[in-house]
């Protein structure tokens, strides 16, 4: 079974510090995609970052980047110069191809606040 | 271009009825799947259309079913209503084929439901 873990239920930084969240993921794929997404109190699920698995380096998304670590099975988060508007719900997700059939498996979610 | 509409955004139910929540994905987009978000559950998967034929469906009873029309626009309905079925509905749609199999998924604002 396909399974995506985040171990921080809740984290809370300064304004303008960096942050990472971490999610590992569990899968005898070899081909996969990994997503960050926000979800803001508006509920609107945003896509902040992805990373396609064959890809070695490192995605980034201005002050988004991730850590992929494929033999680990790990992909976390880093967030650079946290702004107000980084304050959400953010879930790490997976996405592999099995004849066709694709499915997001979300984790449970890491509630991020950036205090001002 | 016009995002992922979900309707309706509200939607208060009693027991035992039945409810059907709709999707218009984004233009040029085949594929359409459905979440349920729950605090307790977190995000859980329970189907995904693509040109108009189910590919893959999550662990629901078969009180969750779903249908996807030919302007890829998709509908799900729960019969029999529970308190249990109360959640945060999303819909995502994406181009999700051959090549952009891991394409992002975009998500709609969500019908959240409650079942009284």
């Known amino acids: 079974a396909q399974t995506v873990t985040q171990s921080q239920p809740e984290m809370s930084v300064q304004e303008a510090e960096t942050v990472t969240l971490s999610c590992t993921y569990d899968?005898?794929?070899?081909?996969?995609?990994l997503f960050w997404y926000k979800q803001p109190p508006s509920r609107q699920m945003i896509l902040v970052i992805r990373?396609?698995?064959?890809?070695?380096q490192n995605a980034t998304e201005n002050r988004f980047s991730v850590n992929f670590q494929k033999a680990a099975k790990s992909f976390s988060l880093k967030i650079s110069d946290s702004q107000l508007g980084d304050t959400a719900m953010y879930f790490c997700?997976?996405?592999?191809?099995?004849?066709?059939?694709?499915?997001?498996?979300f984790g449970q979610g890491t509630r991020l606040t950036i205090n001002p | 271009k016009a995002g992922v509409t979900q309707t309706p955004r509200y939607l208060i139910k009693t027991r035992g009825q039945q409810v059907t929540l709709s999707c218009s994905p984004i233009?040029?987009?085949?594929?359409v799947s459905w979440y349920q978000q729950t605090p307790g559950q977190g995000l859980q998967f329970l189907f995904e259309y693509f040109s108009e034929t189910q590919r893959n469906k999550g662990n629901f009873p078969g009180r969750f079913s779903g249908r996807q029309f030919s302007n890829s626009r998709s509908e799900m309905n729960v019969s029999t209503l529970e308190l249990g079925d109360s959640a945060l509905y999303l819909c995502a749609s994406s181009r999700g084929a051959g090549s952009f199999w891991g394409a992002e998924a975009f998500f709609g604002q969500g019908t959240r439901l409650t079942v009284v």
């Open positions: 990373q396609e698995a064959y890809k070695q």
């Open positions: 233009s040029g987009h085949r594929s």
């Open positions: 997700a997976f996405i592999s191809n099995i004849q066709g059939a694709q499915k997001l498996v």
């Open positions: 899968t005898s794929e070899s081909n996969y995609y």
